[in-house]
């Protein structure tokens, strides 16, 4: 981007987990039959009269005491929005007066990132255009399911305070973990329970001033945020490097072609004609039900990153830490290095190995016990790890399943024939790596270990073989 500074602000749309929508007790369910969880008060008929769900709005309160917000007395309005998606062609929403305001996250970086505000409102209907692309001007014709019409949602507002693709996806990361943790929605992008806008916008390198935005909607995925939001400051600069000049309006990401295509001008809030909603009256949570919302929240992921930096000596920012929170595993990790395990082991094993759901159930002793051995030559790395997937599978004791699976440690003299044996039967590949400069004895390093693994059944240690490799070339070059 040269010198250029891309910046990026995220509305993150989420279904609360409740289990009947926000102004009705139609069920919200994901995967029913189309059109069979609705009612008067979803489909706004004349005499319905709307009642709001008090989960709701305590899962909301929970979000916010979360993310730092300051949860407060709100209102809410109705957004005049004229789509097929809506029933009653409008959508009750809070405008200037959200129940959460003010609020921050911190990234596993260290950096935080401002939330103007997270306020409540109902989904709208799913449309399905048949036919062409998938497009609604493409279509042969369109269907409409109204099951999510009054879905309990909360639009958390980002701060245009991201820089790049990464940053954004580490935000939606890191939102969808407390969303997780604090039970407030399931977050499911693939299910649409959490969805991603995207302003993005392009300003001169060390101006403070920002440039035209422009919105790209309904984001899935952590890839696709990533790709459009790269793809739409590229487009932009280009655009003002070629002395045009960035229009506001509201942009469609197409994932198969890799680009960002207009699909209309940006509308501003007087477009929605907001004006308060009569038929509910003002939500005021008042300041004990607020405590109480604060007190029972769990441990949330920033803190179970800190914790377990602290136990295995890393920085908070090493990726295995985050990946382990992301997973669930942070507890486990912890308890295995308290059980005495190596640290650095066991944050690999939970970086590489255990991607099973069952990790969750291995007990931390025996990845203790597991990493000790590791650490003291008793264990390959390949042998570990198919002692690992034992234990996860059927549990056990460590030193049991090694015996069981005939892992006994190599001598020295048999790995140092194994390797002669390689380098015989690979006359042309070692004439290569004895001749070769360091970046073409790295290719080759790969091959002899991997055939010393396969003469060995995996008994070798990689890195021993690699030591022996080096010290035959070194004396063959005497």
């Given at each position: 981007?040269?010198?250029?500074?891309?910046?990026?602000?995220?509305?993150?749309?989420?279904?609360?987990?409740?289990?009947?929508?926000?102004?009705?007790?139609?069920?919200?369910?994901?995967?029913?039959?189309?059109?069979?969880?609705?009612?008067?008060?979803?489909?706004?008929?004349?005499?319905?009269?709307?009642?709001?769900?008090?989960?709701?709005?305590?899962?909301?309160?929970?979000?916010?005491?979360?993310?730092?917000?300051?949860?407060?007395?709100?209102?809410?309005?109705?957004?005049?929005?004229?789509?097929?998606?809506?029933?009653?062609?409008?959508?009750?929403?809070?405008?200037?007066?959200?129940?959460?305001?003010?609020?921050?996250?911190?990234?596993?970086?260290?950096?935080?990132?401002?939330?103007?505000?997270?306020?409540?409102?109902?989904?709208?209907?799913?449309?399905?255009?048949?036919?062409?692309?998938?497009?609604?001007?493409?279509?042969?014709?369109?269907?409409?399911?109204?099951?999510?019409?009054?879905?309990?949602?909360?639009?958390?507002v980002g701060r245009p305070d991201l820089r790049s693709g990464e940053q954004a996806r580490q935000y939606v990361a890191e939102?969808?973990?407390?969303?997780?943790?604090?039970?407030?929605?399931?977050?499911?992008?693939?299910?649409?329970?959490?969805?991603?806008?995207?302003?993005?916008?392009?300003?001169?390198?060390?101006?403070?001033?920002?440039?035209?935005?422009?919105?790209?909607?309904?984001?899935?995925?952590?890839?696709?945020?990533?790709?459009?939001?790269?793809?739409?400051?590229?487009?932009?600069?280009?655009?003002?490097?070629?002395?045009?000049?960035?229009?506001?309006?509201?942009?469609?990401?197409?994932?198969?072609?890799?680009?960002?295509?207009?699909?209309?001008?940006?509308?501003?809030?007087?477009?929605?004609?907001?004006?308060?909603?009569?038929?509910?009256?003002?939500?005021?949570?008042?300041?004990?039900?607020?405590?109480?919302v604060r007190e029972a929240l769990p441990v949330l992921p920033a803190e179970r990153r800190t914790a377990l930096a602290s136990?295995?000596?890393?920085?908070?920012?090493?990726?295995?830490?985050?990946?382990?929170?992301?997973?669930?595993?942070?507890?486990?990790?912890?308890?295995?290095?308290?059980?005495?395990?190596?640290?650095?082991?066991?944050l690999t094993h939970v970086e590489h190995d255990l991607t099973d759901e069952r990790a969750a159930g291995l007990d931390p002793?025996?990845?203790?016990?597991?990493?000790?051995?590791?650490?003291?030559?008793?264990?390959?790395?390949?042998?570990?790890?198919?002692?690992?997937?034992?234990?996860?599978?059927?549990?056990?004791?460590?030193?049991?399943?090694?015996?069981?699976?005939?892992?006994?440690?190599?001598?020295?003299?048999?790995?140092?024939?194994?390797?002669?044996?390689?380098?015989?039967?690979?006359?042309?590949?070692?004439?290569?790596?004895?001749?070769?400069?360091?970046?073409?004895?790295?290719?080759?390093?790969?091959?002899?270990?991997?055939?010393?693994?396969?003469?060995?059944?995996?008994?070798?240690?990689?890195?021993?073989?690699?030591?022996?490799?080096?010290?035959?070339?070194?004396?063959?070059?005497?």
């Amino acid at each position: 981007m040269g010198d250029w500074e891309t910046v990026v602000g995220l509305e993150v749309h989420c279904e609360l987990a409740t289990a009947t929508k926000l102004f009705c007790g139609c069920p919200n369910r994901f995967g029913d039959e189309p059109n069979t969880n609705v009612c008067p008060v979803c489909l706004g008929l004349p005499g319905s009269l709307p009642v709001l769900n008090r989960q709701a709005v305590e899962l909301a309160m929970r979000l916010g005491a979360a993310v730092h917000c300051e949860v407060r007395p709100s209102i809410f309005h109705r957004k005049n929005y004229f789509y097929p998606d809506m029933p009653k062609d409008y959508q009750v929403s809070q405008y200037d007066l959200p129940i959460n305001t003010d609020g921050w996250l911190e990234l596993p970086s260290g950096q935080r990132v401002g939330i103007e505000r997270a306020h409540l409102e109902e989904d709208t209907g799913k449309t399905t255009h048949v036919g062409g692309g998938g497009r609604i001007h493409q279509a042969a014709h369109s269907l409409v399911d109204y099951n999510r019409a009054g879905v309990p949602l909360l639009e958390i507002v980002g701060r245009p305070d991201l820089r790049s693709g990464e940053q954004a996806r580490q935000y939606v990361a890191e939102l969808r973990s407390i969303l997780l943790a604090t039970g407030v929605s399931d977050a499911k992008m693939e299910e649409g329970s959490m969805r991603v806008d995207a302003n993005v916008s392009v300003r001169a390198a060390g101006s403070d001033m920002l440039g035209t935005r422009c919105e790209i909607k309904n984001l899935n995925s952590l890839r696709s945020l990533g790709r459009a939001i790269e793809y739409e400051a590229r487009r932009q600069v280009d655009l003002l490097e070629t002395g045009g000049r960035v229009r506001q309006e509201t942009r469609h990401w197409d994932e198969e072609e890799g680009r960002t295509h207009t699909l209309r001008s940006k509308e501003e809030a007087d477009d929605y004609r907001y004006f308060p909603e009569p038929d509910l009256v003002p939500v005021d949570p008042g300041s004990a039900w607020i405590e109480r919302v604060r007190e029972a929240l769990p441990v949330l992921p920033a803190e179970r990153r800190t914790a377990l930096a602290s136990a295995a000596a890393v920085d908070a920012a090493t990726p295995a830490v985050a990946i382990a929170v992301e997973r669930d595993l942070d507890g486990l990790a912890v308890a295995a290095i308290a059980a005495g395990g190596d640290p650095a082991r066991v944050l690999t094993h939970v970086e590489h190995d255990l991607t099973d759901e069952r990790a969750a159930g291995l007990d931390p002793a025996a990845l203790a016990t597991l990493t000790t051995m590791e650490v003291g030559s008793l264990l390959t790395a390949t042998q570990a790890k198919q002692v690992l997937a034992e234990l996860v599978e059927h549990g056990g004791d460590p030193e049991a399943v090694a015996a069981a699976k005939g892992f006994e440690a190599m001598g020295a003299d048999a790995l140092a024939a194994a390797v002669e044996q390689v380098i015989a039967a690979n006359p042309a590949e070692w004439e290569r790596y004895r001749a070769g400069d360091d970046k073409e004895r790295g290719k080759l390093t790969g091959f002899f270990v991997g055939r010393v693994m396969k003469a060995t059944q995996g008994q070798a240690d990689g890195k021993a073989v690699t030591a022996l490799l080096r010290g035959r070339a070194a004396s063959s070059a005497d």
